[in-house]
């Protein structure tokens, strides 16, 4: 009779022991993957503080040559400053020396990786990179195909 009690209490023991841990597991998981899919709501939920505006050296003077319908390219001089003012001169190769000036101010897209300089006949978009500038078209994306690493500018 004492073995079967003492069987029966041991028997007892182990499976809530084994009940009680498997319990513990489980939540440990639950909040294991609630912590995940916090981090991770809170990850989209907040913009990423790297980017070109907060993270790379932007001002300063970019120079390149655009392509162009009708010369030989358009020599283009973009310079941003500090204060949110640009300077654009432009050059069209092979048919006049005139350089072309544009003043204004621009201002940053949500993302903080472009920029719109905005005058007063238009705006134009580029994408700011490490020590580049590239122009994108008027939908605000990187132009694509044979022509594309023209409209690149570099400091």
């Not at 022509?147 to 690149?152: E, F, Q, T």
């Amino acid at each position: 009779m004492k073995k079967l009690l003492l069987t029966l209490s041991l028997a007892s023991i182990l499976i809530w022991s084994c009940n009680n841990e498997t319990k513990s597991s489980a939540a440990d998981t639950t909040t294991i993957s609630n912590t995940a899919d916090t981090t991770k709501t809170d990850y989209t939920a907040t913009a990423d503080p790297h980017n070109a505006q907060t993270s790379l050296d932007w001002n300063g003077t970019y120079k390149g040559i655009t392509p162009c319908a009708d010369c030989e390219g358009i020599e283009t001089e973009v310079t941003l400053n500090p204060d949110m003012s640009f300077l654009i001169k432009t050059k069209y190769k092979g048919k006049s020396d005139k350089v072309y000036e544009e003043k204004g101010k621009f201002k940053w897209d949500a993302t903080g990786s472009k920029v719109t300089l905005e005058t007063v006949d238009h705006h134009r978009l580029f994408f700011v990179g490490e020590n580049t500038l590239t122009q994108l078209d008027m939908d605000g994306n990187k132009v694509t195909g044979a022509l594309a690493d023209s409209y690149v500018l570099k400091k």
